[in-house]
Nanobody, 125 residues
């Protein structure tokens, strides 16, 4: 089974940019829809963005639309989340997750089957 592994988190100033990566170990990501979610302290895990296996279909939460871009490079077995114009309210642990092969992308975190350990993103004001 596939195991997502996130990287790229850290501290960034408001208005800045950061790119998160989600690499697959165990199996290739090729046939998996992949999503990014985030969880701030004391809050629920929220949907951020998701992408289908081909990279042609992407969906975003309203709170990040126009600022974040999800993409994938199946040759590198990696999904990316490019985050621009970051705000302090974007501070959270960001998780990458994959659905069963062939399933469609979804904003529902309960529909995802494989989760990474998360990477902290902190945006300072």
């Amino acid at each position: 089974q596939v195991q997502p592994v996130e990287s790229g988190g850290g501290l960034v100033q408001a208005g800045g940019s950061q790119r998160l990566s989600c690499a697959a170990s165990g199996q290739a990501f090729t046939n998996y829809a992949v999503g990014w979610f985030r969880q701030a302290p004391g809050k629920e895990r929220d949907f951020v963005a998701t992408i289908d296996w081909s990279g042609r279909k992407t969906y975003y939460a309203d709170s990040v639309k126009g600022r974040f871009t999800i993409s994938r490079d199946n040759a590198k077995n990696t999904v990316y989340l490019q985050m621009n114009s970051l705000k302090p309210e974007d501070t959270a642990v960001y998780y990458c997750a994959a659905r069963f092969p062939g399933d469609s992308p979804s904003p529902m975190n309960s529909w995802y089957d494989y989760w990474g350990q998360g990477t902290q993103v902190t945006v300072s004001s």
